[in-house]
């Protein structure tokens, strides 16, 4: 087994509160891993720690062996640019963007030649080429999730974190982005951590670990 993602004896604490005690986990190249829990359980907290948005108070989070902690500011923003997508539950699209520009936002920050192209390509295959000159507000909360997943795959990374992805979505809708979120990892043979308190999309990834009270069960 090769890690890409390791934490060891990963805490953090907001103000009197310790959200996290103490965690231990290895993630291989390759694998789908669900972090499971209820609301208030850490898991957003972990996945951000994961992710290099926030560092820790105690412990190490290894990318392939850097910690991310010595990398700084500008060091977080390029191994995030190049190596990691991110899916969140709240979309967060640039409102005064096209989605086809949306996509194409972080190939233009990695310098990546021809962007339009590789936004077009990646509109297509989440089925949104017809909407490819909407902006947010023009686009329903399953189509601005398209587009978040395809803005996350944009620069090929080599880890996907999703947090929540279908947690505001319809039921129908919600199943429609889970299957094409995991045909998409099996096609790109991406590694995933996926954040959830949805047990079956949880069931959708190769390994589930539970989280309660800041601590894996």
Known sequence: ???????????????????????????????????????????????SLLAGLELPDEGQVLFEQQDLSNLGVDGLARLRGKSMGIIFQEYHLVPSLTARENVTLPLEIQRVRNPGAKADALLDRVGLSPRAQHYPHQLSGGEQQRVAIARALATDPRVLFADEPTGNLDESTAEEVESLIFS?????????????????????CSRILTLHLGRFK
């Open 1 to 47: 087994m090769t890690a890409i993602l390791t934490a060891r004896n990963l805490s953090k604490t907001y103000g009197a509160t310790r959200v996290l005690h103490g965690l231990d986990m290895v993630v291989a190249a390759g694998e789908s891993v669900a972090i499971l829990g209820q609301s208030g359980s850490g898991k957003t907290t972990l996945l």
């Open 184 to 204: 998409l990892i099996a096609e790109q043979g991406l590694t995933a951590v996926v954040v959830t308190h949805n047990q079956e999309l949880a069931a959708r």
